[in-house]
Structures are given as structure tokens and as C-alpha cells.
């Protein structure tokens, strides 16, 4: 401490004031520093958590609800022994004709920007579609005459009820399909009254279906009322080179009836996975798949009875398996909806979210893997080929708690996940009541 003083005492005074001031400056600095540094790596370490106290909640509910619930082992079921579904293990391959070469795709007479009628004009017979589709075999067939097709491609259009969808999209898609050279088959999957609609599981019967008849490319997956409005966006898989993947398509990202917008939304407490499946991407309308592609990802969801989220679900499951939605060459995909309301056996599912946040641990077991289900009828009519499926209903136990749901929240109110959660949580709190009782 003296030799401190000694050393100090032989500056003179302004020397001194000036030595303590820059000593300040260097703390002050050094200080500084040490701040930026602790925020910068407290910013680099943060993982968002976007209402951590709500996410600790949902995380609880999840425990306590799934353990109790185990929807994943909630299946479709259906009567008797006549359940003729199953997933074929082979399918026959067409021959294709070898000696002709493969059509030339800058020799398609393609139109471009496209003007059709559409409701309240009403859309033509099948009569009048037949005779503009002459090329066009028994089951809604078609196969270029001159050349060898590129894409074999099975069109799957989940139906009930929507007598006039179906002729307008069938008078406009024929000549299109035809137009880009494409070898084709429309497979319409009707479903018998006397159930809630379930959109996927039709897609999933579609999809073993055309597996029965053909090995085909591709496998398209058509809502009936959404007619496109331009024949440059083509109906086919990706040709992919051997060592790189191929990913599904979305080709109806962009509908009048949502103002052309590219949708994503967040999931936030719906998430499976948190922080990471949160960014849902809509899936919905018009989605195409190759064989390996949807049976890797084990089809459509087998759950969603009514309206809504099953395409969310497809699109979690697609993410989940690695790939990456292919909109590349989806910007001449635009497309019209036919106006229509809800539909009375379709009603809104007040089930989704929960289905939803558990779509991941059932995707192995839930899907092309359970699929079941009677074929009523089939018939190749001039345009399509006619399935009517019998596809049961939700199981007693699933049915009782939609019913409970929709009572509580009202049959058309949309409420968010955590609402989902929170009623179900309590509603379980409930029901525990009488067994905690004795
Ligand atoms: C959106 C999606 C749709 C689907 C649905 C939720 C787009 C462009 N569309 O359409 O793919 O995910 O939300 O389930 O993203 N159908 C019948 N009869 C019925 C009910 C439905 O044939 O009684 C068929 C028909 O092919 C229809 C499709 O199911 O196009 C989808 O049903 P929607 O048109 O009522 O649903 P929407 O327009 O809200
Ligand atoms: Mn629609």
C-alpha cells in the first residue's frame, strides 16, 4: 500500500486527475463490455417459448389426458365379416407400349390461362361430357394415342352429395389432363349416407383402390369443387433423379375463395412437438403423392370425422418423414372453388386440435396400415370409375365425446387448441369424480 502511495505521490496533481479519470474510462468500457457479452449470449441461448406458463399447463393436460384417453387406439370399426379393405401387397402393371416414343412435352396444346362456366351456370350432362371426350375408356381412362405417356397418374376425388361439382370438374379436368399428354384414370370415392363425411379416409380407399388396378406414377388427391385455372400447371410427380428425394406437391395453395393467399399459420400450444412442428403449411384441396411417398408417410389419418384439420394432419405427418412440400413449379396453379356452405353430414369437428396434437404418435398405427372398410358397389361409368365405400362411423367411445364437445362449444364455433385442451382436461376432472368417490 506505501509503495502504491510512493509511486502516485510522484505525479503532480493534474497527472493524478487525469490517471483516475482514465482508470474510470477503462471500467466504464470494460463494464460495458461485460454487459453486451452476457446479453448477447443469454440472446444466443434463448429458445422462443411462446407462454411458457400455458405450455407447462398443456404439457400436464397432455399426461393426465392421454393417458386416460389413448385416442391413438381409437379406430375405425366396422360390422360384420364382409370388410373387403385391405392394402394390396402387389398390384398388376399395365404394359406400357414400348414402341411408341415418349410424348414431347413442347408439343402439348396447351391453352394457358383458362375461361369456364361456372355456377349458377348450370355444368353439362355426362352426356355432353362423354361426347367432348371421345378419347376418354369406360372407368374415366385415358392414354395419349400418338406417344408414350411420361406420368401415369391416378386422380382420387373423395365424394358425397355434390351431384354438380362433379360434372362441372369433370367437364374441365378431361380435356386438360388430355391436353398435357398424361395417362389417367379419375377414381371417384363415394361414401354411403348414414355417417359423419371423413374426407381422408376416402383419399386412403382411393389410394388402395388404384393400387389394385395399376402401378401408377402418381397419386393426385382432388376435392371435387376446385376447378384450375390454368392447364400450364401440370398434373404429375416430380422426376427426380435417383440419388435425390422427391417431395410431395400442394398444387392448390393459391383459391379465389382464400384471395389467391399462400397460407401458414402457427400452431402454437397445438404443436406435437414443441418448437418444432409448429409452422403449419396448408395441405388441403389438391395434393399429389407418389406410391413410396404415401406409403412412407402412411397415408391420410383414418380419425377425422367431419370437417377440418385432416390436411393439417397429412401435412405433419409428410414433415415428419422428412419432406419438404414441392411448390416449385406450382405458381400457373391457381384455382376456383365452387361456392358451396357446410355440408349437413360434414359438420365442423370439434375433435380436430386433440387429434391433431397427437397426430405424431399415432402416424405408425393410424392410416393406410388400420384402413378398413366395405365396398358397396364398383362401376366403370364413361367418366370415372364409381366407388361407394361403406366406411362405419367414429367408435362409440370417440362419438361420445364429440357429442359432449359440440354440445359444450356450440356445432359451428371455432375455439382455439388451448380451449380444446382446457375442456377436455376438466371434463376428465369430472368424470374422475365419481371413481375418486368410491
Ligand atoms: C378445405 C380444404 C379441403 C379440406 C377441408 C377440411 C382447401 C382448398 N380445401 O375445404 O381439402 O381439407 O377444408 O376438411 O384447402 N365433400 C363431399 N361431400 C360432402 C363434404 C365434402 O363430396 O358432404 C368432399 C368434396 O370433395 C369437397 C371436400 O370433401 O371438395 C372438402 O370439403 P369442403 O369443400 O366442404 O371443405 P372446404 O372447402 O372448407
Ligand atoms: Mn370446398
Known amino acids: 500500500m506505501e509503495q502504491l502511495h510512493k509511486f502516485f505521490n510522484r505525479f503532480g496533481k493534474s497527472t493524478k486527475i487525469k490517471l483516475l479519470k482514465l482508470t474510470c474510462c477503462v471500467f466504464l468500457v470494460q463494464t460495458g463490455l461485460l454487459l453486451i457479452g452476457v446479453t448477447c449470449f443469454r440472446y444466443a441461448s434463448f429458445r422462443p417459448e411462446p407462454y411458457p406458463a400455458l405450455q407447462r399447463l398443456v404439457n400436464h393436460v397432455d399426461r393426465f389426458l392421454w393417458s386416460r384417453f389413448h385416442l ?3 379406430s375405425v370399426e366396422l360390422d360384420g365379416d364382409d370388410v373387403i379393405g385391405y392394402l394390396p401387397s402387389t398390384s398388376k402393371v399395365a404394359s406400357d407400349d414400348v414402341t411408341l416414343d415418349f410424348c414431347d412435352p413442347s408439343a402439348a396444346k ?17 352426356d355432353v361430357i362423354s361426347k367432348n371426350n371421345l378419347q376418354v ?11 408414350r405417356a411420361r406420368f401415369k397418374v391416378a386422380v382420387i376425388v373423395p365424394f358425397r352429395d355434390r351431384e354438380n361439382h362433379l360434372k362441372h370438374l369433370l367437364s374441365h379436368l378431361h380435356p386438360i389432363l388430355q391436353r398435357q399428354q398424361i395417362e389417367y384414370t379419375i377414381y371417384v370415392i363415394g361414401q354411403v349416407h348414414g355417417s359423419l363425411f371423413n374426407r381422408a379416409i376416402l383419399m386412403n380407399i382411393g389410394f ?9 406414377d402418381c397419386y393426385i388427391f382432388h376435392d371435387v369443387d376446385l376447378l384450375l385455372e390454368n392447364d400450364q400447371c401440370t398434373y404429375h410427380c416430380p422426376k427426380i433423379s435417383d440419388h435425390e428425394r422427391s417431395n410431395p406437391r400442394h398444387l ?5 375463395k382464400f384471395h389467391y393467399g399462400t397460407m401458414s399459420y402457427d400452431l402454437g400450444l397445438c404443436s406435437p412437438i414443441p418448437y418444432e412442428a409448429t409452422k403449419m403449411e396448408v395441405f388441403g384441396g389438391v395434393s399429389v403423392f407418389t406410391k413410396e ?8 389419418s383414418n380419425l377425422y370425422w367431419g370437417w377440418g384439420a385432416e390436411d393439417d394432419d397429412l401435412f405433419l405427418r409428410t414433415w415428419r418423414r422428412g419432406y419438404k412440400i414441392d411448390r416449385s413449379e406450382t405458381e400457373k396453379c391457381t384455382y376456383r372453388m365452387i361456392a358451396h356452405s357446410h ?3 360434414n359438420p365442423m369437428s370439434a375433435m380436430r386440435y386433440l ?7 399415432r402416424q405408425n398405427r393410424d392410416g393406410l396400415s388400420n384402413l378398413r372398410y366395405r365396398v358397396v358397389s364398383k362401376t366403370q361409368v364413361r367418366l370415372f370409375t364409381n366407388i361407394t365405400v361403406d366406411v362405419g362411423g367414429p367408435t362409440p367411445k370417440l362419438l361420445k365425446l364429440m357429442q359432449k364437445m359440440k354440445k359444450n362449444f356450440g356445432s359451428d364455433r371455432l375455439f382455439s387448441c388451448f380451449d380444446a385442451l382446457l375442456w377436455l382436461y376438466h371434463q376428465l376432472a369430472e368424470d374422475l369424480t365419481p371413481e375418486m368417490n368410491g
Open 137 to 147: 375408356t369406360p372407368g374415366g381412362s385415358y392414354r395419349p394415342p400418338k406417344c
Open 252 to 256: 392448390s395453395m393459391s383459391v379465389d
Open 355 to 361: 387429434l391433431l396434437k397427437q397426430s405424431l404418435q
Open 208 to 216: 388402395a383402390q388404384a393400387l389394385l388396378e395399376d402401378d401408377y
Open 72 to 74: 391413438d387406439s381409437i
Open 293 to 300: 411417398q404415401f406409403l412412407s408417410v402412411n397415408g391420410f
Open 110 to 126: 396447351l391453352v394457358g390461362a383458362l375461361m369456364f362456366p361456372l355456377p349458377p351456370t348450370p355444368p353439362p350432362s355426362y
Open 343 to 345: 355440408d349437413g353430414e
